[in-house]
């Protein structure tokens, strides 16, 4: 079995998924690339490769536990190990909390939220036999202060504030550690679309005049998910530019 960590991150097509990946294979890692369409994966793999990394592809719906927990189990057969879990897999479904669709609510949990249940149940084992793991929750500065027209994605998130530490909790003594990170305005396609008006009132109330590149969270998640940061556990880092301060 090869000494080399193994990263399995999910939503790695494009965006902060991507950014992550891309951040970890620099690192060092093998990191496994999930999320539902194949063909962006390969390309990724591609050029993770071409630069001297190590990665591999498992495309799969996270909203389909059973299919999210064979595809951990299939790497960790395959692989040998998994070290380190990313849950970064998102999607929004805005709309007023009292105009919200049934659907829109359950899809925006299962996406979101039972998810991240599932990769940390399928991931827990092979991690205690290693005493050694490092989980990390992709979270919103939305699950920690609310946001209007998200009730559904902000309880999601807000959702795995509470698993990160309940996990953090019952499995530290076997040398897991399991941390939330939460962005907050970051530049990806779940936020192109959204009004000027709307970006420029984030802006506003921001302490860095910027907003948040995939390449800033990457960072955050290289560092939480690194050997040394084993006494680091239970936390909820918003990585924001200042936005929350909470
Ligand atoms: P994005 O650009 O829309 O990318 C979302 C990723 O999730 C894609 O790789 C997508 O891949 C994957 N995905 C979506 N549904 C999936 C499913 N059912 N199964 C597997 N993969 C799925 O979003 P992002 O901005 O990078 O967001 C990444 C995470 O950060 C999300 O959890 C999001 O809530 C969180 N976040 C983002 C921001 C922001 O400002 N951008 C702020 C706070 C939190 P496919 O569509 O190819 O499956």
């Given at each position: 079995m090869s000494d080399q960590r193994v990263a399995f991150v999910t939503?790695?097509?494009?965006?902060i998924g991507r950014a992550v990946a891309e951040r970890l294979a620099n690192d060092g890692r093998h990191v496994v690339l999930c999320s539902r369409s194949a063909a962006p994966l390969n390309d990724l793999a591609g050029t993770i490769e071409a630069n001297g990394g190590a990665a591999s592809v498992c495309a799969c719906d996270v909203g389909d536990r059973d299919a999210l927990s064979g595809a951990i189990e299939g790497v960790i057969k395959e692989?040998?190990?998994?070290?380190i879990l990313v849950n970064n897999a998102g999607i929004t479904r805005d709309g007023l909390a009292l105009r919200m669709s049934d659907d829109d609510w359950d899809e925006v949990i299962r996406v979101n939220l039972t998810s991240a249940f599932a990769a940390i149940r399928a991931a827990a084992r092979p991690m205690m036999k290693q005493r050694f793991g490092r989980i990390v929750n992709v979270a919103s500065t939305s699950g920690l202060v609310g946001n209007a027209g998200q009730a559904n994605y902000a309880a999601a998130k807000a959702g795995l504030v509470g698993l990160t530490k309940t996990i953090a909790r019952e499995?530290?003594?076997?040398?897991i550690t399991c941390n939330t990170v939460a962005p907050g305005f970051i530049q990806t396609d779940m936020t192109k679309d959204l009004p000027e008006s709307v970006t420029a009132q984030v802006l506003s109330t921001m302490a860095v005049n910027r907003l948040g590149d995939p390449a800033d969270i990457a960072a955050a998640i290289a560092y939480v998910t690194?050997?040394?940061?084993?006494?680091?556990?239970g936390q909820t880092i918003a990585v924001d530019g200042g936005l929350t301060m909470c």
């Amino acid at each position: 079995m090869s000494d080399q960590r193994v990263a399995f991150v999910t939503g790695a097509s494009r965006g902060i998924g991507r950014a992550v990946a891309e951040r970890l294979a620099n690192d060092g890692r093998h990191v496994v690339l999930c999320s539902r369409s194949a063909a962006p994966l390969n390309d990724l793999a591609g050029t993770i490769e071409a630069n001297g990394g190590a990665a591999s592809v498992c495309a799969c719906d996270v909203g389909d536990r059973d299919a999210l927990s064979g595809a951990i189990e299939g790497v960790i057969k395959e692989r040998g190990r998994l070290d380190i879990l990313v849950n970064n897999a998102g999607i929004t479904r805005d709309g007023l909390a009292l105009r919200m669709s049934d659907d829109d609510w359950d899809e925006v949990i299962r996406v979101n939220l039972t998810s991240a249940f599932a990769a940390i149940r399928a991931a827990a084992r092979p991690m205690m036999k290693q005493r050694f793991g490092r989980i990390v929750n992709v979270a919103s500065t939305s699950g920690l202060v609310g946001n209007a027209g998200q009730a559904n994605y902000a309880a999601a998130k807000a959702g795995l504030v509470g698993l990160t530490k309940t996990i953090a909790r019952e499995l530290g003594g076997k040398g897991i550690t399991c941390n939330t990170v939460a962005p907050g305005f970051i530049q990806t396609d779940m936020t192109k679309d959204l009004p000027e008006s709307v970006t420029a009132q984030v802006l506003s109330t921001m302490a860095v005049n910027r907003l948040g590149d995939p390449a800033d969270i990457a960072a955050a998640i290289a560092y939480v998910t690194s050997d040394e940061a084993g006494f680091l556990t239970g936390q909820t880092i918003a990585v924001d530019g200042g936005l929350t301060m909470c």
